[in-house]
C-alpha cells in the first residue's frame, strides 16, 4: 500500500483508538454499574463511589440465583446442544455443497439464505400455539428446534466458504497412495476442515447465545427460560426497588464467554464471518 | 432428526463408488444422491422450521382465535388484515421500522466504512487490538447492549444528561418518541456496525491496491479515490452488506422490547406481532401481523434483488 507519512499514519493510530473506545465504553459502563451499590446505582454517575460485589451475591446465592441459576443452566445446554446439531447437519450439507455437482445446490443455498431473512417473530406464533398443543412449551427441545432456524443457515454458508478454499485434490493423491475414500477422509480431509468446522461452531453459538425473542415466547419459568429472558423477568428486591443491579451483574456473566471466545479467536471469527457472506 | 442424519451421512461418505473418479451418469447420478443425503437433512429442517409456521400462520390469521376462548374461534376471512390494516397503530409501527431501518442502515453504512478503512490501514501491534475490539460489540448480547444504553439515558440511572450538552438535568429521553427512537437506533447501531465493518473490510480487500496507485499517480485527490476507485469496485460487498442488515433491522424486536415497550409511540412491527400473540394470545391478529412482516421482508428482498441488483450467488458466497 507504498509508504504511508508519519502525519497519515498518526490519523490512522487515532481512529484505531477511537474504534477501541466506542467497542468498550458501553461494556465497562454495565461492568461499573454491576459493582455499585443499592444507593449508588441511582447516582447518574459512570463509577462507582464505592465498589461492591453486593449484586453479584445476589444472584448466585441471594434472592436473583432462583432466577438466574437456572436461566444460566438452560442457556449453556440449550446453545451448546443447537450448536453442536446445526454444525454437524451443516457440515455434510457444506461438503456436498463444496465438493459434489447435484441438482439442488442452489435451492439449499437460497433456502439457507432465505431462512436467515425470515422474520423470527412469524415463526413464534404458529410455534407457541403449537408448543403449547404438543408439550414442547417451556422445555429445552422447544427452544433448540428453533434455534437450528438461527444457527443453521449461517453454518452453511461458513462451512461451504470455507470448505471451497480446501485442497480436495490432496484427497485424491492419498487415494492414489493406496488409502481408501473413508481413510482419505479422514487423515488428510478432516484435519484441513476443522479450523472452519470450529469458526462456525463460535459464530452459530454466538447466534443462539443471542436469542431473546425465542426465549421469551416460548418458555415461561426457570425450567427452561434462558438468561436474555431471565434478565427482563428480574424483579427488585421490592416494588420500589429497580432491579439494575441483579440486571447489570447478570448481564456483565453472559457477556463474559462470549467476549472470551472473541478475544482468544478473534482472527478465526473475523476470517469466518467475512467467508461466509462475502466471498473474500 | 441428527440421529438419523448423522450416521447416513457417514455411511454414503464411507461408499468408495461415490468419491471415486468413474465414467459417465452412473457417476453424476451417484453424486446426485451423495449430495442429497449429505444437504437433505438440513435442507428439511430448513423447510419445515419456516415453511410450517408460514403456513400456519397464514392459515390462523383467517380466524377469529383468542387462545383464552378456543371455542369461539371463527373463520372471518381476511376481517383480521382489515382490521390491522386500518388500525393507526400499525401505521405507527411500520413507521417507526421503516425509519429504524432507514435511519440505522445508513449510519452503520458510512461509519462501518470509515471503521473498515482503519482496520484496513492500521498496520502493526494495533492491528489485532483493533480487530478484536469491533467484535466486542459483535458478540455482546443485544438484550445487554439495550440495558446499557437504556440505564446511561434513563433519568433515575443515567450520566448522559450530564454528559450531553444541551440536555437538562431532568429530561427523560423515554418519555418522547424520537428521543426514545434515537437511543434505541443508538444501541442497534452499536451493537450490529461491527458486522457491517466487517463485510466491508472483506470488500475493501478486494480492491485491486495496483488500481489506486496508478489513480495517485494521475493525481487524483484521496476523495476522488475513494469515490471514482474503491467504492465502484466494492459495490457487491456494500450491496450484500446494505441487505442483510436492512433485512435485520427491519426485524427489531429486543431493543424495543427492553427500553420502551412500545411506550411513547416507539412500537415496531415485531413488537406489535409479539403483544398480539404472546401478550394478548390474540392468536389470529397476532398471525395476520406476522404474515404482514413476512411481506414486508419479502417487498425488501424482491427491490433489494430487482431494483438493486444485489447479487444473490454472491449472498449465498459463491462469489
Known sequence: ?280 | MSATATPLGADVAADPRSTRRSRGSDKSRAEAKLGWYLAGPAFVILVLVTGYPIVQALYDSLFSYRLTAPADREFIGLRNYGVILTDTLWWEALANTALITVVTVAVELVLGFALAMVMHKVLGWLRPIVRTAILVPYAVITVVSAYAWQYAFALTTGFMNAVVPGVGEDFDWFANKWTALLVICLSEIWKTTPFISLLLLAGLAQVPSDTIEAAKVDGATAWERLWRVTLPNMKASIMVALLFRALDAFRIFDNVYIMTQGAAGTQTVSALAYNQTISRLEIGLGSAVSVLLFVCVLAICFIAIKVFKVDLARARGEG
Do not use: H
Not at chain 1, 40 to 63: C, K, V
Not at chain 1, 160 to 181: C, H, K, N, Y
Not at chain 1, 210 to 224: K, P, W
Open chain 1, 1 to 280: 500500500m507504498g509508504a504511508m507519512s508519519t502525519k497519515e499514519k498518526a490519523g490512522w493510530y487515532v481512529g484505531a483508538l477511537l474504534i477501541v473506545l466506542y467497542a468498550i465504553v458501553p461494556v465497562v459502563y454495565i461492568l461499573s454499574m454491576s459493582f455499585k451499590s443499592e444507593s449508588d446505582l441511582s447516582n447518574r454517575q459512570f463509577f462507582p463511589t464505592t465498589w461492591t460485589g453486593e449484586n453479584y451475591s445476589g444472584i448466585f446465592a441471594g434472592s436473583g440465583s432462583e432466577l438466574f441459576l437456572p436461566a444460566l443452566r438452560n442457556s449453556i445446554i440449550t446453545c451448546l446442544v443447537a450448536t453442536l446439531i446445526a454444525v454437524v447437519l451443516a457440515m455434510f450439507a457444506a461438503y456436498a455443497i463444496a465438493r459434489l455437482n447435484f441438482p439442488g445446490k442452489r435451492l439449499v443455498l437460497t433456502s439457507a439464505l432465505a431462512v436467515a431473512v425470515f422474520p423470527v417473530i412469524t415463526m413464534v406464533t404458529p410455534l407457541f400455539n403449537l408448543w403449547r398443543r404438543i408439550g414442547l412449551y417451556d422445555t429445552i427441545p422447544g427452544l433448540i428446534i428453533p434455534y437450528l432456524a438461527l444457527t443453521l443457515p449461517i453454518s452453511i454458508w461458513t462451512m461451504s466458504a470455507f470448505f471451497r478454499g480446501i485442497p480436495w485434490d490432496m484427497e485424491q493423491a492419498a487415494q492414489v497412495d493406496g488409502a481408501t475414500s473413508w481413510q482419505a477422509f479422514r487423515k488428510v480431509i478432516v484435519p484441513l476442515a476443522a479450523p472452519g468446522v470450529f469458526t462456525t461452531a463460535i459464530i452459530a453459538f454466538f447466534i443462539a447465545w443471542n436469542d431473546f425473542v425465542f426465549g421469551i415466547s416460548l418458555t415461561s419459568t426457570s425450567r427452561a427460560q434462558p438468561v436474555p429472558a431471565a434478565l427482563s423477568s428480574f424483579t427488585g428486591s421490592s416494588y420500589f426497588v429497580q432491579p439494575t443491579g441483579a440486571i447489570s451483574a447478570a448481564a456483565v456473566i453472559v457477556t463474559i464467554p462470549v467476549v472470551l471466545l472473541a478475544l482468544v479467536f478473534q482472527r478465526r471469527i473475523v476470517a469466518g464471518l467475512t467467508n461466509g457472506a462475502v466471498k473474500g
